[in-house]
């Protein structure tokens, strides 16, 4: 091993995602980064919107623009197209909250000198996967009645009935437990691994430019982590919209049972 | 010009990532080795040689070694970053729901309706503008119905001339005609009654020639074709 | 340092590349499965490209579901 990469140590993996608490040590309401780059996501999103419908001109210019077609972006391409045209409007604010609130999340991780998107901690994600998973079943419950939300998930209709031996355990596994899971762990799991591979890359560059002749490869991980940080933008953009989405979904699933 | 500004933002922005992104990220980590020499084991055997080493020593570094490499595992959610993110979530629910999303509705409302009237008020115009270009079109076509009556009406009379004076004309060729008709009645009339008075003396004095000389046939046949000749010429 | 903590390191080199190798096998399906995906999805867009906001949607819908069971074998990487 060259001397200079026996310098390079790659840092164990939850280094990367572990910050020191700030203040509260010990309590349940410990703060620490992650929870300083939430509260400042849901900053960002609600500053975003007010400010964006503060003004409320005719003719909308600039900030008020961008936040109107945001808020259609969502309606119009996720809302209205999963939900259909009544429950998508209805639904369109918890939908942009939703959207919003990750999307900042997701794009900490690029911002220079923050570099950490708290969705990459599964906390985040999986509140907000448990949030709507509780909200899939008191709305199914709530619009089809208890039997019937049940009845209509875990027995689907226009299946042999024998086949119900079969069916229902995977309809209820995929339904009650992966689902959740997986609506986490696709956020949580991308953010992640984008983080490591922006480390990664940020790292290599450091190695090299500390060792001596080294610095000539220097524009290898340099131009990498450069082209990485925009896929990671579009991956910020993607898993936000993927996660609303799905949450689109599974609400609308419960609000019209399939057929 | 607003967009070249623009462009240069975005490149200003990806540059500063481009310089930033190693910087930064590479202060956020720390090696195992640090981890481990920082730790209370670690900072126990500081200065002892191998051989000075407890067993029990050994052991605690191993457990540090193994917390620095483990760590908290990342797949375990944290309590209080859970009850964070609720609260966070909660106040953006409760921000965009009460104050953002109804005034931004509003605005599009407004908007959506203001186009809607701008809309209806040019359809309006339209229909105003088509129906005065109708009645325009409409006078026009009776302007020009007037002028081909006009015209129309000029010929007509025109004919009407031209045929009375052709009438006229034709009633006076006729009236000439019959004049003239008249006229050689008359002449012939009085061509007649001379003719005939000139026999009657003629004859007359062919009695007295006839009379005055005893004639022979060859004589009289010559007389007679005199006689004839001298009326033939004397009529024509 | 220590031959303890030597010998911890490489069962634990060993477990991760264990772990690193169950990952790449995770990735596999869900990256036969997703490149079938998204070309079917282009071909259905590209017969009928007033249909393709839905194909979209659809598409990346799809691609979560696959890309869900290589991200699992991410977070096993982790447990």
């Known amino acids: 091993m060259p001397a200079a990469l026996a310098a390079f140590e790659f840092p164990p993996v939850s280094h990367l995602f572990e910050w020191p608490v700030v203040i509260l040590d010990g309590t349940p309401l410990a703060i620490n980064k992650t929870v300083v780059l939430t509260g400042a996501a849901a900053l960002l999103t609600i500053g975003f919107f007010v400010l964006g419908s503060r003004k409320r001109a005719l003719v909308p210019s600039g900030f008020q623009n961008l936040a109107e077609s945001s808020y259609e972006l969502v309606e119009e391409n996720i809302a209205v197209e999963v939900m259909g045209a009544e429950d998508g409007k209805r639904w369109t604010p918890f939908l942009t909250s939703l959207f919003f609130f990750i999307f900042f999340m997701n794009i900490f991780e690029v911002i220079p000198g923050i570099q950490f998107p708290p969705t990459s901690r599964i906390a985040i994600p999986a509140l907000l996967a448990i949030i709507v998973w509780l909200m899939m079943i008191f709305l199914g419950m709530k619009t089809q009645g208890v039997g019937g939300y049940f009845k209509s998930s875990l027995f689907p209709p226009g299946v042999p009935k024998v086949l119900y031996l079969l069916v229902t355990p995977i309809e209820f596994i995929s339904t009650f437990l992966v689902r959740p899971f997986s609506h986490a762990v696709r956020l949580f799991a991308n953010m992640m691994a984008g983080h490591i591979l922006l480390t990664t890359f940020a790292l290599l560059s450091a190695a090299l430019w500390l060792g001596k002749w080294n610095a000539i490869f220097l524009p290898l991980p340099v131009v990498g982590g450069a082209a990485m940080t925009g896929f990671e933008v579009l991956v910020a953009v993607l898993q936000a919209y993927i996660f609303t989405i799905l949450t689109a979904v599974y609400i609308g699933g419960s609000l019209h049972p399939e057929h | ?236 | ?79």
């Open chain 3, 1 to 79: 340092m220590t031959i303890l903590t030597i010998l911890a390191e490489i069962t634990g080199d060993i477990e991760v590349g264990l772990k690193a190798m169950g990952y790449g096998l995770a990735a596999i399906g869900p990256g036969i499965g997703i490149g079938y995906l998204v070309g079917n999805a282009v071909q259905a867009m590209a017969r009928q490209p007033e249909a393709a906001g839905m194909v979209r949607t659809t598409m990346f819908l799809g691609i979560a579901f696959a890309e869900a069971l290589a991200l699992f074998g991410f977070v096993l990487f982790f447990l």
């Open chain 2, 1 to 236: 010009m607003k967009m070249r500004s623009r462009i240069l933002a975005v490149a200003a922005l990806a540059a500063g990532l481009v310089v930033a992104v190693p910087g930064v990220a590479s202060a956020s980590g720390e090696s195992v080795g640090v981890c481990i020499v920082e730790s209370p084991a670690g900072e126990e055997i500081v200065g002892l040689t191998a051989e000075e080493l407890e067993e029990e020593q050994v052991e605690a570094l191993g457990e540090a070694a193994d917390e620095c490499v483990e760590a908290p595992n990342p797949v375990v959610p944290e309590i209080n970053e859970l009850i964070w993110g609720g609260i966070f979530f909660l106040i953006v629910l409760v921000g965009l729901m009460k104050f953002a999303v109804p005034a931004l509705k509003k605005g599009m409302a407004d908007r959506e309706e203001r186009i809607r009237d701008d809309l209806e008020q040019a359809e309006k115009a339209k229909v105003d503008g088509q129906e005065q270009l109708s009645s325009y079109e409409q006078q026009l076509a009776d302007a020009r119905e007037e002028a081909a009556r006009i015209i129309e009406e000029a010929r007509a009379s025109a004919d009407g001339v031209r045929q009375e004076l052709i009438a006229q004309a034709e009633q006076d060729a006729a009236g000439v005609r019959e004049r003239a008709n008249v006229d050689i009645a008359a002449a012939t009339e009085r061509a007649t009654s001379d003719l005939q008075a000139q026999v009657g003396e003629l004859a007359i004095e062919l009695a007295e020639k006839v009379v005055e000389h005893s004639l022979d046939h060859d004589t009289q046949t010559a007389l007679i074709e005199n006689y004839i000749n001298e009326v033939g010429s004397s009529s024509e």
